[in-house]
Structures are given as structure tokens and as C-alpha cells.
T-cell receptor, first 111, second 114 residues
Framework: SQQGEEDPQALSIQEGENATMNCSYK?????LQWYRQNSGRGLVHLIL?????REKHSGRLRVTLDTSKKSSSLLITASRAADTASYFC???????????FGSGTKLNVKP | EAQVTQNPRYLITVTGKKLTVTCSQN?????MSWYRQDPGLGLRQIYY???????DKGDVPEGYKVSRKEKRNFPLILESPSPNQTSLYFC?????????????FGAGTRLSVL
């Protein structure tokens, strides 16, 4: 069973614009993480938000978490061409053992 | 340099020919995991290991085996590969299970089963 589902599946914006992608999940979580994947490569961790947190910032990244709606959003401000990648949310299960990744949002930032 | 190393990076094989994909980490992490990535399906967890000699099934374990005899190594074994196991495979490690620990990923192994 897949926990996270990202929306939109694909997003194309101009450099300098903001990019927002959303993640919804099905059951209660302990933590939610966002990862980035450059084409065909390994995933790289971006940011983690715990279930008792509502918002977190890291550089140009802003993540929000709404546990009542079982959803999270990732905002990338002032996007750059180098931000072009796929972005995945990941949640863990109650025992902290299993991880569930969504199908990802493919972001294209045009120079 | 902290890293997760997978080998081989690319592999083409035929149905039924046993293969092993190796994974090694140099961060003394307790938790290791294997994922497969297919278009439109994201990453799905195959197996994970909480520590040496402790392994458990993820969401899609059928057709795969793993072992964890040493802390640093977590090989993925396909005893009799089939075409539906053609996929991009990732190994990952983290300090200790979920609990907010970041996963570090290898570069991936692209497997084609003919």
C-alpha cells in the first residue's frame, strides 16, 4: 500500500517563480520527509517535518504539514533551472520500520 | 566520504539466471533497505533490515531475498529473475529505522531481465 501521493504529477515553471507540490497520505504518521531525485539517480534528502510540527523552513524550501487533512506541501521559492528534478514525499509507519514513498512530482524549471 | 555503494550500476540478464546486487555503506548505520522504482509507481520498499541478522519484508518482497551478515552489507538476491523484475533498484541506509532518521541512497542499479 502506498502512503504518499503527490500532486501535481508534473509541473513546469519559469526560473524565478515559486513551485508548490502537495503530498497526501492515508494513515497516521510520525514523520514526513521530502526527497529530491535528479533524473535516474539516487534520492537526496531535503527536509523532514515531524507530526507535531506545522511548518518548517530550510533555505528556499518551506514545508507545511496538516495532520487533520493528512497532507503536506513543499514550496520552493525563487526557483532555478538547477531545481529541475523529481520530488517525493516519504512517510514512515507506526513502528518506524517501513517507509512509503509517493509517485513523485516532476518539476521542470525553464531558464 | 559517507556513501552507499551499489554494484553493478547496470545489469542485463535472462529469465531464471540467479543474480546478486550488492550494497555497502560506510556510515555504521543500523538500518538498511532496498527499493524498486517503476514509472508512475514511485519507490516501493522490497526488504529492510533493522540490524545484523534482522530482516523483514517491505511492500513488494515476492521474488527477492536479502541477508544481513555484516552491518555494512545488505545484498539483494534474485534467485530466478523474471521480466517483471525489470526495474531501477535503490539501496538506502539510515542511522536506525524511521524515527526521523534521514535515508541515504545509493546511485541505483538498472536491471533488465530478458
Amino acid at each position: 500500500s502506498q502512503q504518499g501521493e503527490e500532486d501535481p504529477q508534473a509541473l513546469s515553471i519559469q526560473e524565478g517563480e515559486n513551485a508548490t507540490m502537495n503530498c497526501s497520505y492515508k494513515t497516521s504518521i510520525n514523520n514526513l520527509q521530502w526527497y529530491r531525485q535528479n533524473s535516474g539517480r539516487g534520492l537526496v534528502h531535503l527536509i523532514l517535518i515531524r507530526s507535531n510540527e506545522r511548518e518548517k523552513h530550510s533555505g528556499r524550501l518551506r514545508v507545511t504539514l496538516d495532520t487533520s487533512k493528512k497532507s503536506s506541501s513543499l514550496l520552493i521559492t525563487a526557483s532555478r533551472a538547477a531545481d529541475t528534478a523529481s520530488y517525493f514525499c516519504a512517510t514512515d509507519d507506526d513502528n518506524f520500520n517501513k517507509f512509503y514513498f509517493g509517485s513523485g512530482t516532476k518539476l521542470n524549471v525553464k531558464p | 566520504e559517507a556513501q552507499v555503494t551499489q554494484n553493478p550500476r547496470y545489469l542485463i540478464t535472462v529469465t531464471g539466471k540467479k543474480l546478486t546486487v550488492t550494497c555497502s555503506q560506510n556510515m555504521n548505520h543500523e538500518y538498511m533497505s532496498w527499493y524498486r522504482q517503476d514509472p508512475g509507481l514511485g519507490l516501493r520498499q522490497i526488504y529492510y533490515s533493522m540490524n545484523v541478522e534482522v530482516t523483514d519484508k517491505g511492500d513488494v518482497p515476492e521474488g527477492y531475498k536479502v541477508s544481513r551478515k555484516e552491518k555494512r552489507n545488505f545484498p539483494l538476491i534474485l534467485e530466478s529473475p523474471s521480466p517483471n523484475q525489470t526495474s531501477l533498484y535503490f539501496c538506502a541506509s539510515s542511522l536506525s529505522g524511521g524515527r526521523g532518521n534521514i535515508q541515504y541512497f545509493g546511485a541505483g542499479t538498472r536491471l533488465s531481465v530478458l
